[in-house]
């Protein structure tokens, strides 16, 4: 890594995870990752029926935001390289802005809500980089998060259409499943308001118009590695792995026979995932029948080193 390389620290406080990037960003772009963390905080529980961060959950991104701040003071990154960006939940909450300026001052991060626009494109930047110049396949880049699905299409690293759907695991486990497992009824609820959800937010043109799948975020990087039953999670072996549809349907069809102490125990899921895991392949399957796809590629590289590359003003 060459000696004018900036070393960038890049927090994501999303609807059920908040995740940690240290790296050293070159100005070509490329990233050395030092440290990479991600907790399950649960900041979305409750906002999509109150319309508010409850305590409980803010209190749990503090406290993993006091292990963060540790984290980027023992990798010396400078004061003006530590980011922080705010997703679905915090978009959506009464108290938004209010949680946001608390992350600014507690923690001394550039901390901003961003839009769904905004976390479209740098996900989509995170997702892309570094892919051959010359590879101008039309790529559908997706993220599912807790409270939101990013969907965007665009070709050699532009943007050609990006939507945020309301459509995440927090926001559709608390609207869809109320037993334990999940009931058959449930599941096909959840599955017929993402339909609805995909057919009315994405043109029938761009659905034809993407060519491969790349999925990113907890529930695409834990179908790789219940698909290859990880244990202990092994990101490299995650980053680049392509995952059929006929698997994340048997992962499915699994998971949601299972009861909750069942699925914790699931070889390649985290068990904080675990109750959230069954709507998110429910998202996943239905984004790849709407588009036609038959496998997705799953990425390790995602929003994080969006943000990470555009701060660091890579090329």
């Known amino acids: 890594m060459s000696g004018t390389a900036m070393r960038v620290g ?21 990233i050395a990752e030092l440290d990479r963390r991600s ?13 508010r961060l ?44 209010v949680f946001t300026a608390a992350v600014r001052d507690r923690y001394g991060l550039d901390a901003r809500t961003i839009a769904g626009e905004e976390e479209a494109r740098l996900t989509f930047l995170g997702a892309t980089h570094g892919r051959p110049p010359g590879d101008t ?9 807790g409270g939101s699905t990013e969907l965007v299409v665009g070709h050699a690293g532009h943007v050609d259409f990006h939507v945020s759907t309301q459509a995440g695991v927090v926001r ?28 009315e937010q994405v043109p029938a043109d761009v659905r034809s118009r993407a060519q491969a799948a790349i999925g990113v975020a907890g529930t695409a990087t834990s179908l790789a590695a ?13 980053h680049g792995h392509v995952a059929e549809l006929g698997d994340a349907e ?14 914790r125990e699931v070889p390649g899921l985290h068990p904080d995932r675990a109750p959230t895991i069954v709507a998110g392949m ?7 029948r709407a588009f036609g796809f038959r496998r997705v590629e799953v990425s390790e590289h995602d929003l994080l080193h969006g943000v990470a590359l555009e701060r660091a003003g890579a090329r």
């Open 250 to 263: 048997l992962a499915l069809a699994r998971l949601a026979q299972l009861p909750l102490a069942q699925r």
């Open 282 to 288: 429910v998202i996943l399957i239905e984004v790849l």
């Open 39 to 51: 907790q399950v905080t649960r900041l979305g529980d409750g906002v999509d029926t109150s319309g």
């Open 54 to 97: 409850s305590d409980a959950a803010m209190e749990r991104v503090f406290a993993t935001l006091g292990a963060y701040r540790t984290a980027l003071d023992g990798a010396g990154v400078a004061p003006d390289a530590r980011l922080a960006v705010l997703t679905s939940a915090v978009r959506d909450a009464a108290n938004g802005a």
């Open 10 to 30: 890049v927090v994501d406080i999303g609807s059920n995870s908040t995740r940690l990037l240290i790296a050293d960003v070159a100005p070509d772009g490329r």
């Open 226 to 238: 219940i698909d290859l039953e990880l244990e202990p999670y092994d990101p490299a072996r995650v």
């Open 172 to 199: 559709q486990t608390e609207r869809h499943v109320h037993h334990d497992p999940p009931q058959p009824r449930e599941l096909q609820a959840l599955a017929d308001e993402l339909r609805e959800i995909l057919a």
């Open 137 to 145: 396949t039309p790529l559908l880049v997706f993220d599912i998060g």
